[in-house]
């Protein structure tokens, strides 16, 4: 499955970046296949370890905002594997066509 999630702290009245950064970390650590943009994270996984990272990564935010609003998206196809970069190198092969 992949799941593009955001989390955002809410009322800590300074930048979130601090926040965001500790989430993105625990992501880029867990050894899934992830991206990060400007509005989403990206991971891939089995449903069980992609839930368990994105709790992780509220509680991480929560340690620095009381408060925290949580966005997911999942593409749940069980049995694919490589669909975070097959996806995208589609829609580039597309393009380049073009």
Same mark, same amino acid.
């Given at each position: 499955?992949?799941?593009?999630?955001?989390? *955002?702290?809410?009322?800590?009245?300074?930048?979130? &970046?601090?926040?965001?950064?500790? @989430?993105?970390?625990?992501?880029? $650590?867990?050894? /899934?296949?992830?991206? *990060?943009?400007?509005?989403? *994270?990206?991971?891939? &996984?089995?449903?069980?370890?992609?839930?368990? /990272?994105?709790?992780?990564?509220?509680?991480?935010?929560?340690?620095?905002? &009381?408060?925290?609003? !949580? !966005?997911?998206?999942?593409?749940?196809?069980? &049995?694919?594997?490589?669909? /975070?970069?097959?996806?995208?190198?589609?829609? $580039?092969?597309?393009? @380049?066509?073009?």
């Amino acid at each position: 499955m992949i799941a593009a999630f955001s989390i *955002t702290p809410i009322g800590t009245g300074e930048s979130v &970046g601090d926040a965001v950064a500790d @989430a993105v970390r625990l992501v880029r $650590e867990s050894g /899934l296949p992830n991206e *990060t943009n400007a509005m989403f *994270t990206n991971v891939e &996984g089995e449903w069980g370890e992609v839930m368990d /990272l994105i709790g992780r990564c509220v509680d991480a935010v929560s340690d620095r905002a &009381g408060r925290v609003s !949580v !966005v997911i998206k999942i593409d749940h196809r069980p &049995g694919t594997r490589g669909a /975070l970069r097959a996806k995208v190198d589609s829609l $580039e092969a597309r393009l @380049a066509t073009r």
